[in-house]
């Protein structure tokens, strides 16, 4: 599912209100699928220091004892390669490390898109209670123009209650505005997605994926 999740024809009619809880909820998925994704990659990561070294991991082979080595083969690499390269084919000490190494650009990309997101969703949280506050005081406005028209209507005077209905209106506005700049993220975040996608160097594209993440995270502080 693509990030660019507002740009039906439809998107005027969508309320406020409407566009945040789909925002947050968007918002807490992504969240969801990189903190599922930093898993499994660690555990490929973990897996591929095991294939490599395997000769130094008793019952490799059995799926009991990969699951305990897995545990830990991620963390421990740098000690493994220290007690272990010299014992092993040069070429396969290379391939393991590139390997490992992708896996860890991927990995820290994911964490900057997880951290991304946790942001986009503490911005519409935010949002969430101004729109709420506005739409308070506009049923509080309403409540008290009601009482004014009903007093025009007995003295035929003009007490128009128009600076308070305008000062609702540009709440509204600015939240309006303010929904649209969030937005612009999921916008500008598929962009990146799609731009990084057709990239073939896999490790300098992660890194350079992650570092376009961390400018919008910058950018929102």
């Not at 599922?36 to 019952?59: S, V």
């Not at 991304?116 to 935010?126: A, G, P, Q, V």
Request: charged letters at 40%; aromatic letters at 8%.
């Amino acid at each position: 599912m693509g990030w660019n999740i507002f740009k039906s024809k439809k998107s005027e009619e969508i309320s406020l209100e409407e566009r945040i809880k789909i925002a947050i909820q968007k918002a807490k998925q992504d969240k969801r699928l990189a903190e599922k994704e930093i898993r499994d990659i660690r555990e490929w990561a973990a897996t591929a220091i095991i294939d490599a070294y395997a000769e130094f991991f008793p019952n490799a082979n059995l799926t009991y004892y990969r699951k305990q080595y897995a545990e830990t083969a991620l963390e421990e690499y740098e000690e493994i390669k220290m007690k272990y390269s010299d014992k092993m084919e040069p070429d396969m000490v290379e391939k393991c490390d590139n390997i490992v190494n992708a896996y860890l650009n991927q990995i820290q990309l994911r964490e900057s898109k997880l951290k991304l997101f946790t942001k986009i969703e503490s911005e519409y949280l935010k949002t969430k209670e101004k729109l709420i506050i506005a739409n308070e005081k506009g049923e509080q406005t309403d409540k008290m123009k009601a009482h004014t028209e009903r007093l025009k209507s007995l003295d035929n005077n003009s007490t128009e209650t128009l600076s308070e209905a305008m000062t609702d209106s540009y709440e509204l506005e600015d939240i309006k505005e303010d929904i649209e700049v969030k937005e612009e993220y999921f916008n500008q975040l598929e962009i990146l997605t799609n731009q990084f996608s057709d990239d073939g160097s896999e490790h300098d594209s992660a890194l350079a994926f992650k570092d376009e993440i961390d400018k919008m995270i910058n950018d929102m502080e």
